[in-house]
């Protein structure tokens, strides 16, 4: 059983432009919502994070959206930048549990 | 802050020995410790967790014969991937959290197995 989709498995965006990613969930108890980003050879690290009380949460270019009701979230990335270029991990769980489920990443290409 | 280091960052082992990797949590207490792997073109994969006071939990397909994890303190823990083989290699994470929202990453060790 798959908990965590993300969407699209890759995605190629000019310079400028705002890059799109999507997470669906299943399990109704995740209540904390991090986005990672990892380069090739590292572990991820921690983008943004949204809590599941809040439907947006921004922090620069970076903007998370969030629907309880439908269970799906979204990271866009304003004026995506070439140094952007890396994997996107959706990564819910409940907040003060430990289990983290990942997804299964969207690697994104920042084209100049 | 809070840190998380991995040590060491990449491994080469033999098939069929076994390989020790450490995770150190600096500027908070790491009450739960978790071991992820992330095998080529894969996403993480929860090994097993490890809470202060609780038996350490695996996930399905994963065994403590296996992968014996030891979380003595606050501060550290460690897990071994006994008797190697190439379906073991990939990136093996450490997540530690001190019982809030956040849990934190440290760099991974790259186990790669000849």
């Given at each position: ?21 999507n ?21 991820p690290?921690?983008?943004i ?44 769980h ?11 990443g ?7 | ?63 403590q ?50």
């Amino acid at each position: 059983q798959q908990q965590v989709r993300q969407s699209p498995q890759s995605l190629t965006v000019w310079e400028g432009e705002t890059a799109i990613l999507n997470c669906s969930y299943e399990n109704s108890a995740f209540d904390y919502f991090p986005w990672y980003q990892q380069f090739p050879g590292e572990g991820p690290a921690l983008l943004i994070s949204i809590l599941s009380v809040s439907d947006k949460k921004e922090d620069g270019r970076f903007t998370i959206f969030f629907n309880k009701r439908e269970k799906k979230l979204s990271l866009h990335i304003a004026d995506s930048q070439p140094g952007d270029s890396a994997t996107y991990f959706c990564a819910p769980h409940r907040a003060g549990g430990y289990k983290v489920v990942f997804g299964s990443g969207t690697r994104l290409l920042v084209s100049p | 802050g809070a840190l998380v280091y991995q040590y060491p960052r990449r491994t080469i082992c033999k098939s069929g020995t076994s390989m020790r990797m450490e995770c150190q949590a600096v500027g908070f207490q790491a009450t739960s410790v978790a071991w992820y792997r992330q095998s080529p073109q894969k996403t993480f994969e929860l090994i097993a967790l490890s809470t202060v006071n609780s038996a350490i939990k695996y996930e399905q397909n994963f065994t403590q014969e296996k992968f014996p994890i030891s979380h003595p303190n606050l501060s550290f823990s460690s897990m071994t991937v006994l008797n190697a083989y190439l379906e073991d290699r990939g990136l093996y994470l450490c997540g530690a959290s001190g019982g809030y929202a956040e849990q934190f990453f440290g760099p991974g060790t790259r186990l790669t197995v000849l």
